[in-house]
Antibody
Framework: EVQLVESGGGLVQPGGSLRLSCAASGFTFSSYWMSWVRQAPGKGLEWVAN????????YYVDSVKGRFTISRDNAKNSLYLQMNSLRAEDTAVYYC?????????????WGQGTLVTVSS | QSVLTQPPSASGTPGQRVTISCSGSSSNIGSNTVNWYQQLPGTAPKLLIY???QRPSGVPDRFSGSKSGTSASLAISGLQSEDEADYYCAAWDDSLNGPWVFGGGTKLTVL
C-alpha cells in the first residue's frame, strides 16, 4: 500500500525557517517525481515545487523561489522541503504528492498534510 | 487569482448530472492534458481524472472528463450525497507560471 506521511509542521515566526519531511512507503520511491502542494486555510490548492527522480531537476512556483528548497534522499525514501524567510502568506497545510509524469498527472497519491503556521 | 478558472460553486439534486468547467490558455490546457481532483471535507485531495478523461482504478464511471481547446469539463452523473466536495482541475503549464497550475476549485453542493 502506497503511503506518504508528512511531518515537521508547526508554528514559526515571520522570517523563520522550517523543514518538512515526507516519508514514503509501498512503492519504489526513486522511480517517481515528487511534489509539494499547499493549501492555505479556506483556500484552494497551490503547487509549490517538484523534484525529479534523481534530484537533478527541481521546479518552484514563483512565490517561493529563493526561499524554499526541495530535496530528496532515495536511500531513506524521503522527500524534504526546506522553508526559509517564511511569511504569513506561507501559512497552509503542506501535502507531499507522488507524480506520474508518464501521464502528466500530479498527485496520484497524497499524504495527509502537515500544517505550517507563520505568525508572531 | 488562479491560472485556471473554475466557477466557485455548483449544485445539483441526487440523481442529476452536473458539470464543472475549467478554463485555461494555450500554455496549459491548450497544449497539455488536464487532471481533476476531489477533496472531501477535512481530507487530502484525491486524483479523480487524469489525461483529460482517464479514471484511476476505483473511481466510479459516474465521473468523466473532457477537453476542448483551452477548456476542460468534469461531469458527474447520477449525483450522490457523498459527491459533495471541492473539485479542482490542474494542468502542466509551459510558461513561467508552471510547471503545475491549479484551478481555484469548485464547491459542489448536493441539494
Amino acid at each position: 500500500e502506497v503511503q506518504l506521511v508528512e511531518s515537521g509542521g508547526g508554528l514559526v515566526q515571520p522570517g523563520g525557517s522550517l523543514r518538512l519531511s515526507c516519508a514514503a512507503s509501498g512503492f519504489t520511491f526513486s522511480s517517481y517525481w515528487m511534489s509539494w502542494v499547499r493549501q492555505a486555510p479556506g483556500k484552494g490548492l497551490e503547487w509549490v515545487a517538484n523534484i525529479k527522480q534523481d534530484g537533478s531537476e527541481k521546479y518552484y512556483v514563483d512565490s517561493v523561489k529563493g526561499r524554499f528548497t526541495i530535496s530528496r534522499d532515495n536511500a531513506k525514501n524521503s522527500l524534504y522541503l526546506q522553508m526559509n524567510s517564511l511569511r504569513a502568506e506561507d501559512t497552509a497545510v503542506y501535502y507531499c504528492a507522488r507524480d506520474v509524469m508518464a501521464v502528466a498527472a500530479i498527485g496520484d497519491y497524497w499524504g495527509q498534510g502537515t500544517l505550517v503556521t507563520v505568525s508572531s | 487569482q488562479s491560472v485556471l478558472t473554475q466557477p466557485p460553486s455548483a449544485s445539483g439534486t441526487p440523481g442529476q448530472r452536473v458539470t464543472i468547467s475549467c478554463s485555461g490558455s494555450s500554455s496549459n490546457i491548450g497544449s497539455n492534458t488536464v487532471n481533476w481532483y476531489q477533496q472531501l471535507p477535512g481530507t487530502a485531495p484525491k486524483l479523480l481524472i487524469y489525461s483529460n478523461n482517464q479514471r484511476p482504478s476505483g473511481v466510479p464511471d459516474r465521473f468523466s472528463g473532457s477537453k476542448s481547446g483551452t477548456s476542460a469539463s468534469l461531469a458527474i452523473s447520477g449525483l450522490q450525497s457523498e459527491d459533495e466536495a471541492d473539485y479542482y482541475c490542474a494542468a502542466w503549464d509551459d510558461s513561467l507560471n508552471g510547471p503545475w497550475v491549479f484551478g481555484g476549485g469548485t464547491k459542489l453542493t448536493v441539494l
